[in-house]
């Protein structure tokens, strides 16, 4: 936990004006990093060469001992890791919501408030960065205004690595700002291989900038008990299509259960007889998969990026038989015919034969589910993390990296794709 220094008021004199100074070059370098449009570049230019923070001798011979000392990893939250990197990660301390954020959810306007915090949390982020060699963050908003204003320190900045990179596109000029925010970066962690050509492409980066690590499956923290209740489980909150579900099993003689927490996405659909719909727990939901006979994740496979990677390897360490509606997405965790099944995304007939298929031969479907645990065993969460920090490791060796195939890009020259 960091120490968090109490707030003292600066006496008259000198130390006012330098206080007063701080807290001006504080608000030019916020305003800088949110000016969007090359009109304002020449005066920021001229007042963004003000200090970030004054260096000190002391500061100075700190940043000198680095290369002769393990790294210094700057987070957001609690990360599964072995001792060793998490006596080196310091987390950054949890934020909690100021007056107008509480009138903005008084007024049921969270994600006002979620947006308000989240730039809080990166403004925070960049004052606290430059004592760690690296930084690691989500590719959620926090994370994106932490790499734009990384502008501001040239190529005196942490190493700076981010993953849960899920994307969807947007307007042209929020394609500019994701853009301007990923040129910034080091290293995109990306859940699918097929991503990072699709975010190349949609942001216009270097395809280097965005690594594939296999995900995780999340069960360690929960209790279930493994099962076949005799029912087809679909379920999720995210970038499902259900109607696509339901017109495959509306005439197959099974019992389905769909589990989610947004009844929304079901609005206007007809739903089947034969598909009985809950809202559940994380922990439910868990059980619920942990019950099932077969698990069916109908993903949209139209959308930028591949989902349901986590809810695919926690079937299949329960060893459930998947079926899968994203085959470019869900290429790198199941093997065809060996430890799932991958269906085209609106092929209807062909999903209905997948879970026919799967239900009408036990024993096909038992053999593919013991084949899918032990694929899926070793990708454990702290696995995934230590492969993300040493990951940031690597770049923070100089000049070319050769396990990544690629030049380490700093200072914002990442070059837009041929």
């Not at 206080?19 to 504080?26: F, P, Y």
């Not at 993390?385 to 020259?413: C, H, Q, S």
């Amino acid at each position: 936990m960091i120490a968090q220094r109490p707030m003292t008021f600066p006496r008259p004199g000198f130390q006012a004006v330098s206080w007063r100074r701080g807290r001006l070059r504080s608000w030019v370098l916020l305003l800088r990093a949110m000016t969007v449009g090359s009109f304002t570049l020449p005066l920021w230019s001229r007042l963004g060469n003000l200090p970030v923070r004054e260096k000190t001798e002391e500061t100075r011979k700190e940043v000198a001992d680095r290369a002769g000392r393990a790294p210094d990893f700057l987070t957001f939250a609690f990360h599964a890791l072995p001792a060793e990197l998490q006596s080196r990660t310091v987390i950054l301390p949890f934020r909690k919501d100021v007056w107008w954020e509480k009138v903005l959810r008084s007024f049921r306007l969270p994600g006002l408030a979620d947006r308000s915090q989240a730039l809080r949390r990166a403004w925070a982020l960049f004052r606290k960065a430059p004592g760690f060699d690296v930084v690691i963050t989500t590719g959620t908003l926090d994370g994106l205004t932490f790499a734009y204003l990384q502008k501001l320190r040239g190529s005196q900045r942490p190493v700076h690595v981010m993953y849960d990179c899920l994307w969807y596109g947007g307007s042209r000029l929020k394609r500019a700002w994701m853009r301007s925010c990923l040129r910034q970066v080091d290293r995109c962690v990306v859940w699918a291989s097929v991503e990072q050509a699709r975010y190349a492409s949609a942001y216009g980066v270097a395809p280097g900038k965005f690594v594939f690590i296999p995900h995780h499956h999340s069960l360690l923290r929960y209790h279930f008990e493994i099962g076949d209740a005799g029912y087809v489980f679909t379920g999720g909150n995210a970038d499902r299509d259900y109607q696509f579900f339901f017109e495959a099993v509306r005439d197959l003689s099974v019992s389905c259960l769909l589990a989610t927490n947004r009844p929304r996405l079901l609005a206007d659909l007809q739903v089947p007889a034969n598909v009985r719909l809950v809202s559940a727990t994380h922990s439910e939901f868990r059980q619920l998969m942990a019950r099932a006979r077969i698990v069916v994740m109908p993903m949209r496979a139209t959308l930028l990026h591949a989902g349901a990677q986590q809810s695919i390897l926690n079937a299949m360490y329960m060893g459930k038989p998947v079926v899968l509606t994203d085959p470019e997405g869900g290429a790198d965790y199941i093997q065809q015919g060996k430890t799932g099944l991958l269906v085209p995304y609106g092929d209807v007939p062909a999903l209905r034969e997948a879970i026919a298929r799967l239900w009408q031969e036990p024993g096909e479907a038992r053999a593919i589910g013991e084949r899918a645990r032990e694929a899926a065993a070793p990708l454990t969460t702290e696995r995934c993390n230590t492969e993300i920090w040493k990951l940031a490791m690597r770049l923070l060796t100089p000049g070319a990296d050769p396990e990544l195939g690629t030049p380490v890009i700093r200072n914002g020259d990442s070059q837009t794709p041929g």
